[in-house]
């Protein structure tokens, strides 16, 4: 163990960790993997917390306010946070966190590995702790974008990146939710017409169950079809999955509960809760599993699809008892390895409701926030900033900008539509910014829903190319427009 003092600027601060750190430049420093905690004299500043998966939350916090949070909702709480690393009266985040020193600066503690890494602070220490020793610790201090910048470039060394693009993206979720259909698909790509989209995706709704992935009756010309429509139209097609999941109904759970990861009671784990009640995980280190995963994977892409929204992932990374002993986000990693190289390199892989880090260096891109939804605030669920709704989703996405050199940043779709919207101008054009800050752009307005001057807008906004740059935590420079964010936080 370490005992001592450390530089960090003219900081000197007390360090306990298990070895000796290591210099690594000005102000920064490899740790030995283990726990680690730093003595600061900073009181209540902020904190920055890193959410889990692609819907956890993320942002700054001061140290005397309430943790950011998932309040009220254990299912909640399950499916879009690290659950078991919660800290209900203390500020925590996953992998990552970091305390505002003054005039712009930070010092931040980030692990370099997996292994459920946990960072916390107080009013007195910043603190880190992993479930699964493994991964060294980066601790720096200097101006709040060079830091995140230097980290971001580590874990890209360690964990890989990937510089694939999607493209524009047309998906069919924020418009028909679960109620697509060949024909509407046929209808909708129709209407695309030659709106420079790359992209068309299929979202929920085309699959008999969450965990049988075929094409449901309303596909009855099944999905190879619709693939070769969308292709035909001059776009890739893009298809939705959850495909380490499975509802207790499914074929796949009913003919195959052997396949599941179990739960303390010897019962299938209950992973989340969503489409009215709860689901199960399948267990990816079982070789029944990896040979499923490889013939679904080799089914959808012979279908003809290229871009894959792969959902609900966090699911293989949670807390279980699998085939193999191995650590919960490594089981996970090994299996989206196993898609990435059954699928091959060609194929675009988008993460949702992915963990972060596991997910470097395989998946292309990677949601950064929860869903959005064409209202601002979400007034049913006030305790949740997991709740849809557009100002969570931005929230959530705007403290992630930092991740882009590790894949690129979804902060999920923007609505051109005023019809069928309760977005106010600024909030909609607010998304409009987000989306071109963190070089994503998607939407899921049908055209048919759109006047010909939101049509236009939709265009323009899909051909341009801008140039931005980040000025401060909430300040971008897009084109010649100074943007300031900060007045929506
Ligand atoms: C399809 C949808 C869309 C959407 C995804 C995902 O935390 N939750 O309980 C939770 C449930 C659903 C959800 C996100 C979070 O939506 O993000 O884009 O693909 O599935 O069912």
């Not at 200097?142 to 964990?159: H, M």
Request: net charge negative; glycine share 10%; hydrophobic share 40%.
């Amino acid at each position: 163990t370490f005992s001592g003092l450390i530089q960090l600027g003219d900081l000197s601060l007390p360090l306990l960790a298990d070895g000796a750190p290591e210099a690594i430049g000005d102000h920064e420093f490899l740790i030995p993997s283990g726990d680690v905690t730093v003595v600061h004299p900073l009181g209540t500043t902020e904190f920055y917390r890193h959410g889990w998966n692609s819907w956890s939350p993320s942002g700054w916090r001061r140290l005397d306010e309430a943790p950011l949070r998932i309040y009220d909702s254990p299912q909640r709480l399950l499916t879009a946070d690290d659950a078991r690393n919660d800290t209900p009266h203390a500020h925590s985040g996953s992998a990552v966190g970091a305390i505002a020193v003054g005039d712009g600066e930070i010092i931040l503690l980030g692990a370099l590995g997996l292994g459920a890494p946990r960072v916390g602070a107080t009013a007195t220490t910043l603190w880190g702790t992993l479930e699964e020793a493994g991964a060294q610790w980066y601790l720096a201090r200097g101006p709040e974008q060079a830091v995140f910048d230097r980290y971001a470039a580590l874990l890209a060394e360690r964990l890989g990146s990937r510089r694939r693009r999607a493209g524009r993206v047309w998906c069919s979720w924020y418009s028909f939710y679960e109620g697509i259909s060949e024909q509407l698909v046929a209808e909708t790509v129709a209407g695309l017409g030659d709106l420079p989209f790359d992209v068309v995706q299929l979202d929920d709704g085309w699959e008999r169950s969450v965990g049988d992935w075929e094409a449901n009756d309303r596909f009855p010309s099944g999905m190879a079809a619709t693939a070769g429509l969308i292709a035909d139209a001059g776009f890739r097609p893009g298809l939705w999955l959850a495909p380490l999941i499975a509802l207790p109904d499914s074929e796949f759970a009913t003919t195959r509960s052997h396949l599941l990861v179990q739960g303390p009671d010897g019962r299938p784990l209950v992973a989340g809760y969503n489409w009215g009640g709860p689901y199960y995980a399948l267990d990816t280190t079982h070789d029944e599993v990896r040979t499923h995963l490889r013939e679904l994977f080799t089914r959808v892409v012979g279908w003809g699809f290229r871009y894959l929204k792969l959902d609900f992932m966090y699911a293989g990374a949670l807390e279980g008892a699998r085939r193999a002993p191995v650590h919960r986000e490594a089981a996970y990693r090994d299996a989206i390895a196993l898609i990435r190289e059954t699928v091959g390199d060609d194929v675009y892989l988008l993460g949702c409701g992915v963990p972060m880090l596991p997910s470097a260096g395989i998946f292309d891109g990677v949601r950064v926030g929860p869903d959005v939804a064409a209202f601002w605030e979400n007034a049913e669920r006030p305790g949740d900033p997991t709740g849809v709704g557009a100002r969570n989703a931005f929230l959530a996405s705007i403290h992630r900008s930092w991740l882009r050199p590790l894949f690129e940043t979804d902060p999920d779709v923007v609505y051109f539509r005023r019809r069928r919207s309760l977005l106010d101008e600024d909030q909609r054009r607010l998304l409009e910014d987000v989306a071109t800050v963190l070089g994503f752009k998607s939407t899921s307005d049908p055209v048919a829903w759109l006047t010909p001057d939101e049509a236009a807008e939709l265009r323009t906004w899909l051909e341009r190319r801008e140039e931005v740059s980040q000025q401060a935590r909430y300040v971008f420079r897009i084109d010649d427009r100074l943007v300031d964010l900060g007045a929506f936080v």
